[in-house]
């Protein structure tokens, strides 16, 4: 089955810098990639999801970059804000089986 | 769009009783839905795939008559969780399944539900 790897486990940025947030796949049948935000408390939250037909893709600050051969995925958030502070955590999917392996997740802080 | 509700958000009950727990897709309908868990400073862990109309699929190591799934109607799932116990004390979260274009359905999450078994 599917195992997704997510590094680091936790990232500590000064406000206004880039956060870098990698994952790495098993299954290269994969072809479905999210990215989710959590909120302390709450459920998580959709921000950018990224299919196997594209290498990038970019929302305002947030953007995921793919690289298939290497079976990772990226997420890229610039310009960080402190309520950028969160969990973020990756998933994937594959279109056959609709169910989502996550990350274990990073606990991102924006220091002001 | 998208938004999926859970009710309620946060629940305590005496050990040995059962809790149940609603989600539903608010502006769209779900043919699929899917239950976690989330224990704290952990991932998700999923537990079950309820499909409208049909009996729901559980992962390994998740008891089916201790949560059971029902899924009635393309916009309303339930998860009942039977005689609790305290290590049942957890944050469960649903999400619903947007389907588009023939892709893999995007999944929309609730916004979970903190259970406390005393």
């Known amino acids: 089955g599917e195992n997704v790897e997510q590094h680091p486990s936790t990232l500590s940025v000064q406000e206004g810098d880039s956060a870098v947030i990698k994952c790495t796949y098993s299954d290269s049948a994969s072809n479905y990639f999210p990215w989710y935000k959590q909120e302390l408390g709450k459920g998580p939250q959709l921000i950018i999801d990224i299919r196997s037909n594209v290498g990038e893709k970019k929302d305002q600050r947030i953007a995921v970059t793919l690289n298939k051969t290497a079976k990772h995925f990226s997420l890229h958030i610039t310009e960080t804000q402190p309520e950028d502070s969160a969990v973020y955590f990756c998933?994937?999917?594959?279109?056959?089986?609709?169910?989502?392996?996550f990350g274990s997740g990073t606990r991102l802080l924006v220091r002001p | 769009g998208a938004v999926v509700s859970q009710h309620p958000s946060r629940v305590i009950c005496k050990s040995g009783t059962s809790v149940k727990i609603e989600c539903r897709s608010l502006d769209f309908q779900a043919t699929t839905m899917f239950w976690y868990r989330q224990f704290p400073k952990q991932s998700l862990m999923l537990m079950a795939t309820s499909n409208e109309g049909s009996k729901a699929t559980y992962e390994q190591g998740v008891e089916k008559d201790k949560f059971l799934i029902n899924h009635a109607s393309l916009t309303l799932s339930t998860l009942t969780v039977t005689s609790a116990h305290p290590e049942d004390s957890s944050f469960y979260i649903c999400?619903?399944?947007?389907?588009?274009?023939?892709?893999?359905?995007?999944?929309?999450f609730g916004p979970g539900t903190r259970l406390t078994v005393l």
């Open positions: 999400s619903a399944g947007l389907a588009g274009g023939g892709h893999t359905d995007t999944q929309y």
């Open positions: 998933a994937a999917t594959q279109d056959s089986s609709y169910k989502l392996i």
